[in-house]
């Protein structure tokens, strides 16, 4: 069974940046494919980002060139890079896995993903 761990959520200004980490125990991170996925106030959960076993990825457009994923297998954690964020950035953030047989499987729907962590806030205000 696995358990996911996400930390570094909090407040920042609009402009600001935040490093989101997930760690996982329960299985060796190489067999899984990550994700992360934000739900705000009043709104459906949706994707972020996603990253392969094979460290393929792949982002929304609303964080494309402003987020970025990144794996270490060997410390079990995926993080989250977060620059340039705006107010409309305000979530909780979920990390998400699920184990993959396709090195190259970056699953950006949510029904792809078996496990998921409890979720931090991030909150991006003046």
């Known amino acids: 069974q696995l358990q996911l761990v996400e930390s570094g959520g909090g407040l920042v200004q609009p402009g600001g940046s935040l490093r989101l980490s997930c760690t996982i125990s329960?299985?060796?991170?190489?067999?899984?494919?990550l994700g992360w996925f934000r739900q705000a106030p009043g709104k459906e959960r949706e994707r972020v980002s996603c990253?392969?076993?094979?460290?393929?990825?792949n982002y929304a457009d609303s964080v494309k060139g402003r987020f970025t994923i990144s794996r270490d297998n060997a410390k079990n954690t995926v993080s989250l890079e977060m620059n340039s964020l705006k107010p409309d950035d305000t979530a909780i953030y979920y990390c998400?896995?699920?184990?993959?047989?396709?090195?190259?499987?970056?699953?950006?729907?949510?029904?792809?993903?078996?496990?998921w962590g409890q979720g931090t806030q991030v909150t991006v205000s003046s």
């Open positions: 329960g299985s060796t991170l190489n067999t899984l494919a």
């Open positions: 998400a896995a699920a184990f993959a047989g396709l090195i190259h499987a970056c699953y950006d729907y949510m029904s792809a993903y078996d496990y």
């Open positions: 990253i392969s076993r094979s460290a393929d990825t």
